[in-house]
């Protein structure tokens, strides 16, 4: 067995910019403990995520950084006491990768909630160390097997990525808030990266499903992924025919700009639920108890979702043979400029996935 | 049988005022269809509405208005279709006396969501006429029996009156949101007409009742009520033991002014429901996904309760004889200044019933 890895290469931003500079250099991963896998990373689905923490929309943070947490890869190595994973079986990680295990939320499987020690991928310290999680722009991860996610076969690697982190933030509320409901009626606001995932997985799901995007111009797109209706919000009148009737509509949107919380608030039946997703960079919107009195709708948002969710949606992915548009990207400093550049503007339809691992850091 | 009156007396607000005058006068009574009945009014409940909208807080109503809508009295005449209540019966009317019946809202239970033809108690054109609903500040009421609930004969006509409106607005959020939940940790926040029987009602259901108020002023009281704990927001740290423990908070406050509503967040366990019945004048509060996220806190309003949870809550309150703390005023202009004077600076405990109605109206 060869001696455990300390360090591994990757791509850091040290200031964020539009886009940052990515300096290829070498990083520490955690110490190996019993129950960590190491992971040689092959794929990284871009989130918004990405975008937001190095263009310096979401303020500061634990720079420098690696980001991407859409992690598809290969297990090279497991600790001795790691029953979940086996070495050379393609896995995945996703936004998250650690929690306490023993708080009651841990133990609901509400481990994304956790308020203990919540790790995420990248950007947080690793308790009683000076390591900060580093991401998926980098030939090696390590970390607990719990968040170590086995893929099923027929998946192919780099449409499987994005699902990590936009698949199941999406999923997770799809399924705890109402999508499972017979004769279900979901709208999926916001058709980008994680909202076309909505699209996918509510009607594979079985809801009816709505796509509600500002113009017409992703119609044929929602349609193509399998929506049932579409409504465009600039035109007059949209919400009206619609009034309380929607059981759960997912909030994909990554803006609040020019945003009509009221509109979309009516189109709920009664203690519907609007779950949001997108983390907008803007201060919020006002809430007026009033505004929620008529029909009773809860406001919400949903943050990633647990082990069994991830495998749920796995394996619903396989078995329906859902088909995410992704589009992949060599990993580099160019093609890492690109994504930002073009996610930042909205250019994709619908998830970029950074591949060609080997080319940078040999097989 | 007697003619079918077309009026009747009572007390018409015609101009906002803290307090405003209140004019003895007849006005016109709904016609008299086949499922209306007709009620003696013996007592009325003082809501906070009644405040809001003599007061001018809530903005324009349609004066000349006659308030009140927590009403108590004996049914004294039936149309020839009415088979729910009988003439002699002793009956309430709540804050709404109406609703479609037909959509989907109303065959599933949820007709204070009616979305077609929702009548408030005062204040609403009956469809189709000139007359606006008026309240039970009047020696006579009339409506659809379906609104007209009987009461248990062990409750006290001044006790059961604020139950029809105060009462129920707490008690559906309760029953519909998680106080059922077995071990379920129900916070109160703001201890006034609606909180106290916030308290009764959760405490009656078997949850863990905690009362949460600004400072520890109605500590005793709150714990009189049945409330197992109390949290005074004034105290540094008050929130920090019991992040994430809550499964429903029912915010009873009247304001927002100098609320804390991540403090309240914060509170709640995983998908926990914060409930708004209070309707505040103020502007709102300002809401960020983020917020929302760590916990996956939903935040929502409820509007009153429906035909079966309200006799639900009568009979809950009869069998568990719920006592709630009524204070009795004699019905007239003096009197309604009083009470209106008195809430808007919250001086009850905690509730007002004007009675002597016979007093003023005769046999």
New interface residues.
């Given amino acids: 067995m060869p001696s455990i890895p300390t360090e591994t290469e990757g791509f850091q931003v040290d200031t964020p910019g539009v886009p940052p500079d990515f300096n290829r250099r070498s990083f520490k991963l955690k110490a190996a403990d019993d129950y960590d896998v190491d992971i040689k990373i092959e794929a990284c689905g871009v989130c918004g995520s990405d975008v937001h923490t190095v263009t310096g929309g979401w303020g500061k943070q634990n720079f420098p950084l690696c980001v991407g947490h859409e992690i598809v890869g290969r297990a090279v190595r497991v600790g001795p006491k790691v029953t979940l994973v086996k070495v050379g079986q393609r896995v995945g990680v996703g936004a998250q990768v650690y929690s306490c295990g023993e708080c ?2 841990c133990k ?1 499987e ?1 481990e994304t ?1 956790c ?1 203990v020690n919540l790790i995420n991928t990248y950007g947080s310290p690793w308790p009683g160390t000076d390591i900060v999680s580093q991401g998926g722009h980098a030939a090696y991860i390590r970390t607990n097997e719990y968040w170590v996610f086995p893929i099923p076969e027929s998946l192919p690697t780099a449409a499987v990525a994005p699902m990590l982190c936009a698949g199941l933030t999406v999923y997770s509320p799809l399924v ?1 808030h109402g999508a499972l409901k017979k004769g279900a009626k979901v709208g999926i606001v916001g058709i980008g990266g994680i909202g076309h995932f909505g699209i996918l997985f509510a009607k594979a799901l079985g809801a009816e499903v709505w796509a509600i995007s500002r113009s017409r111009t992703k119609e044929a797109d929602a349609r193509a992924l399998g929506a049932d209706g579409f409504l465009a919000t600039n035109e007059e009148g949209w919400a009206a025919p619609h ?2 009737t929607f059981d759960l509509i997912v ?1 994909c949107a990554n803006s609040i700009d020019n945003f009509d919380l009221a509109a979309y608030l009516s189109l709920m ?3 519907g ?1 609007w779950i ?5 960079e803007e ?21 990633l979702g647990s082990r069994r969710e991830m495998l749920d949606m796995l394996k619903l992915a396989a078995d329906k043979n859902i088909k995410p548009w992704v589009e992949e990207i060599q990993l580099g400093e160019t093609g890492l400029k690109e994504v930002i550049t073009r996610l930042k503007k909205g250019d994709v339809r619908y998830r970029f996935t950074l591949t060609g691992y080997d080319e940078v850091f040999g097989q």
Same sequence: chains 1, 2.
């Fill in positions: 009651k939320q609901e509400n909630y308020q705890r009034r309380c909030n039946d009664v203690h639920r949001s997703v997108g983390m907008p201060a919020g919107q006002t809430v007026r108890a009033q505004d929620l009195a008529s029909n009773g709708v809860l406001i919400g948002a949903s943050h």
